[in-house]
């Protein structure tokens, strides 16, 4: 894989962009017919990509890739969509943050409905967690660091949209109880997953891309939905606990291993850029101060200079199911995916807005 060297963030976050595109599929306006948005899946890969399309569109006013999202969303509508589980709900905040800005019937319909089934009826763990529930397996009595950002960030969302401040503490109360049982006391840190069979947390994996999720999930509910008192004191700490942990286990070169905690593990550039775009957005939302911050101008170059002539992030770890050994983790391969692409383009923005906020 060739990479470039000297990458600026806006040639890099046009690049990234292209490659999502090419790996699942949003085309550029004038597209051969059926190379507009090629993917058949609505699964968490495509959920996080289009995520990130969305805020990349916000960001830069691209009204006609929001376009592009609405279409493929009534294509998809239209044509069924799955099972309803955690990770087919990824897709779904998209969809709620674009309903914010287009309001449609149909569409606030579906979100209400979606919304009202995770809290009502979705198989729940001990003490009223989301169930870490896939279109592969269940997962009975598991919480999973993931689930934050697949699943609670929408309730969140829909809560605000639809006028349910039932949903929005039901959103709340899941932030809680995932810190509670997911959380490392000794490192605050986050492990992978916790089951209420045995319970345990596996292989106390210390994962980058776990941890990444919930790096961005705190700061991202505080841009969606702001908890209040004791909550938000709550996680405020937590998140800045988590930050600092972080610091000093980013290595030289500015990346993160896929187990954090151990060096000997691969390097991941899409935890990298996760955990660095979850520092940004802590800035933003005035959670942590630019001390905190020292990780993101160590993440930059090592982000930049993985981004291949194909406009594909490099070093990016595959879909990880729970690991029951560390080996497990260690032996997981690096390949590009939309998430890659979208956790890159996410970080590289708020990259660009904050530097554009400093210069005014």
């Not at 309903?99 to 209400?112: G, H, N, T, V």
């Not at 089934?117 to 967690?129: A, S, V």
């Not at 560390?326 to 692409?341: A, D, K, S």
């Amino acid at each position: 894989m060739t990479y470039h060297a000297n990458l600026d963030t806006a040639s890099a976050i046009a690049a990234l962009s292209r490659g999502f595109r090419r790996l699942k599929g949003i085309g550029d306006e004038g597209a051969a017919p059926g190379d507009e948005i090629d993917f058949d899946e609505w699964d968490w890969e495509v959920g996080v990509g289009l995520y990130g399309e969305f805020r990349r569109a916000e960001a830069e006013g691209d009204e006609a890739a929001m376009d592009r999202l609405a279409r493929w969303y009534d294509r998809q509508i239209a044509r069924g969509l799955p099972r309803r589980q955690v990770n087919s709900t990824a897709p779904m905040l998209a969809l709620a943050l674009l309903a914010e800005r287009r309001p449609r019937a149909d569409w606030q319909a579906l979100i209400a409905d979606w919304a009202g089934w995770l809290h009502e009826e979705m198989p729940k763990t001990e003490e009223g967690g989301y169930q870490h529930t896939v279109k592969e397996r269940d997962n009975d009595g598991q919480l999973w660091d993931d689930t934050l950002v697949m699943a609670v960030l929408f309730v969140a969302q829909a809560g605000r949209i639809c006028a349910r401040p039932d949903w929005i503490e039901d959103a709340h109360y899941q932030y809680l109880t995932h810190v509670r049982f997911l959380g490392d006391r000794e490192s605050g840190l986050f492990y992978h997953g916790w089951t209420f069979h045995g319970r345990h947390s596996y292989a106390r994996a210390l994962w980058a891309r776990g941890n990444a999720w919930v790096t961005i999930a705190i700061p991202e509910l505080f841009r969606i939905c702001p908890p209040q008192g004791a909550v938000a004191r709550f996680l405020r700490e937590v998140y800045l606990t988590q930050v600092r942990a972080l610091a000093v286990l980013q290595n030289d070169e500015g990346l993160f291993h896929t187990l954090l905690d151990d060096p000997g593990s691969p390097v991941e550039s899409s935890g990298t850029a996760g955990i660095a775009y979850g520092v940004l957005a802590g800035r933003r939302e005035g959670l942590i101060g630019a001390e905190e911050a020292r990780i993101v101008e160590r993440a930059l170059p090592a982000i930049l200079s993985r981004i291949d002539g194909d406009g594909f992030l490099g070093d990016v770890s595959d879909g990880t199911p729970m690991g029951h050994t560390l080996e497990f983790y260690r032996q997981i391969p690096n390949l590009p995916t939309p998430y890659g692409q979208a956790l890159g383009s996410l970080f590289l923005m708020e990259y660009d807005r904050a530097q554009a906020a400093s210069a005014r």
